[in-house]
């Protein structure tokens, strides 16, 4: 290459474009996947089934379904039975007919027993509505 002239500005060589093109670089097509049943490849399996929008449980009895709890006492206050439950949190909680559970309510309330009213969620199943009677004490015939 010829020397510039004195008092000329030094060019820079011309680059060659196509030279600094890396030949691994991946431009994109406009593909879009189409899962047609199949899990989703980009999707972690370590946080499958955790969903940031799941609906959290409610606390206290209403976020307690018909099978974790148990009855531990029945008390007769102002003439009506009262139970006493612990739920699967160890907690202890006081119940009233009609007190709200997540899958039902409670029913009745006697001397010996608790009948819920549980929501069956099965779309199969004919009845809606299953009771469920938890009871304080088993009997020796029950054994």
């Not at 020397?3 to 474009?17: E, L, V």
């Not at 907690?91 to 608790?114: E, F, N, P, Q, W």
């Not at 009948?115 to 004919?126: H, K, T």
């Amino acid at each position: 290459m010829p020397a510039a002239p004195a008092g000329a500005p030094a060019q820079a060589p011309a680059k060659d474009h196509a030279a600094d093109a890396k030949p691994d670089a991946v431009e994109p097509q406009g593909f879009t996947y189409n899962p047609e049943g199949r899990r989703d490849p980009f999707v972690s399996l370590l946080r499958r089934g955790v969903d940031s929008g799941q609906k959290t449980r409610a606390a206290g009895l209403g976020g307690l379904g018909t099978a974790e709890v148990s009855l531990r006492g029945i008390v007769l206050s102002q003439g009506a039975f009262v139970g006493i439950v612990q739920g699967v949190d160890s907690k202890t909680y006081i119940v009233r007919t009609g007190d709200k559970l997540s899958d039902g309510s409670i029913r009745t309330i006697t001397a010996d027993s608790m009948v819920i009213l549980q929501q069956v969620n099965d779309p199969l199943s004919l009845e809606k509505v299953h009771e469920v009677r938890k009871v304080l004490r088993q009997t020796e015939e029950g054994k």
